[in-house]
């Protein structure tokens, strides 16, 4: 069976739009004419569509960590009260709002429905579905618990999406001060300096050294300021491209990794992903070498994921986790010390989420400092450069007024 988008009129003459599932378009148009419609137009949703190209995976839709989040924690708690699985997916489509979601949810139900399991029928979606809630939503069907596995995968994307949102919320300030002090910047060095200067020019008086030093900066903003923006674009497109190289981008991660406070959050939000990721597949009944590939691959710096491929490959060969880690050497003590405390007494999946909390508290921590001192700072930065412009004015008037006096 197959999702059809369908246009049709009812008994009123009013259009209504919606989503059937059916073999064919035209059993979607039997289905509309015996609800008493006039249909217009069935055709297959785009989802169905972009499974048919040979490129359809990079056509497939993707669903936001809020989305994902609230379609998991639904499906959830219908499992948990016992509805079958393709009960729950029709409920949770007909809930939701989004046409392109409730598409992609039928679509999931319709190979449910020809005997697929929900783990692979998810897979239709890889860019929905990452390999790592594929993974953990088999685990949980194999070991016959999940209810509890979807509710603890909800539990872990809602965090994610609290994560994000207080980073976004905080950068919204700093942001703005920077754009804002651009702006000025670009208005006073472009616009004002410059006309300030012909009436110092027709003094014949010799300018303060700071004078002579913005005018010049003026003159710069003035006739290459557009060029200066056209590069910097190019060079970050040429920048983005450039890490796109797997080679060069495994070179800047290891690089990332050893710079002063940059090295700190970008350990730190590494290794509690991993930890976080780790602990879910390892207590969902999840082997923990293949635990191992598929929380590597959750890793965005592609330096420590290459680690953990090393580290998973001493796992297989009969390592302890802790060791395999430990000589890595980017890893932190304490999380290594915990991992090693719950290997010895049986509850590593509990040390696990424990080090995934700690690492990203420590996260929030540092990064809320950091921005809570980059308002501040643009702030002084503002401050500091319009006053310099407005002494480089200010010296020559004054210089003027001794003259006269």
């Not at 950068?171 to 012909?198: E, N």
């Amino acid at each position: 069976m197959a999702a059809f988008e369908y246009i049709a009129l009812n008994d009123k003459g009013r259009e209504e739009k919606g989503i059937f599932e059916a073999d064919s378009s035209r059993q979607v148009r039997q289905m509309l004419r015996d609800k008493g419609l006039a249909p217009l137009s069935v055709t297959a949703t785009k989802e169905e569509k972009a499974s048919s190209n040979a490129f359809g995976n990079l056509f497939k839709p993707t669903l936001s960590i809020r989305e994902l989040a609230l379609v998991t924690r639904q499906l959830a708690t219908l499992i948990a009260a016992s509805l079958p699985i393709e009960e729950a997916l029709l409920a949770v489509s007909k809930q939701s709002e989004k046409p392109k979601t409730k598409a992609m949810l039928i679509a999931v139900r319709s190979k449910v429905l020809e005997g697929f399991s929900l783990a692979n029928s998810l897979a239709e979606y890889p860019r929905a579905f990452p390999e790592l809630y594929r993974a953990t939503v088999a685990a949980g069907e194999s070991a016959g618990h999940l209810d509890l596995v979807l509710n603890r995968i909800a539990d872990f994307t809602e965090s994610q999406q609290e994560s994000r949102s207080r980073v976004q919320q905080a950068m919204v300030y700093p942001v703005i001060l920077f754009l804002l002090t651009v702006a000025i910047l670009a208005g006073l060095l472009g616009y004002v300096v410059p006309d300030i200067v012909k009436v110092f020019a027709d003094t014949g008086q010799d300018l303060p050294a700071l004078t002579i030093f913005i005018i010049a900066l003026s003159d710069f903003v003035k006739d290459y300021g557009v060029f200066v923006v056209i590069a910097l674009v190019a060079l970050s497109f040429a920048a983005r491209r450039a890490l796109e190289v797997a080679s060069i981008r495994l070179e800047f991660d290891r690089r990332l990794l050893h710079l002063p406070l940059i090295a700190k959050m970008s350990r730190g939000m590494n290794t509690a992903q991993f930890a976080s990721t780790l602990s879910i597949l390892s207590s969902s009944g999840v082997p923990l070498v293949e635990a191992m590939k598929i929380a590597g691959q959750v890793l965005s710096n592609t330096w420590l994921r290459l680690k953990v491929s090393e580290a998973t490959i001493k796992v297989s060969e009969g390592s302890s986790l802790n060791a395999a880690l430990e000589q890595s050497g980017y890893f932190p003590p304490i999380m290594l010390h915990m991992i090693a405390s719950g290997e010895s007494s049986g509850q590593l999946d509990d040390m696990l989420s424990r080090v995934s909390n700690s690492m990203q508290q420590d996260v929030e921590l540092l990064l809320g400092v950091l921005l809570s001192l980059f308002g501040p700072f643009m702030l002084l930065l503002m401050g500091g450069a319009v006053f310099t412009i407005v002494m480089a004015i200010l010296l020559p008037i004054i210089n003027l007024n001794q003259l006269v006096s």
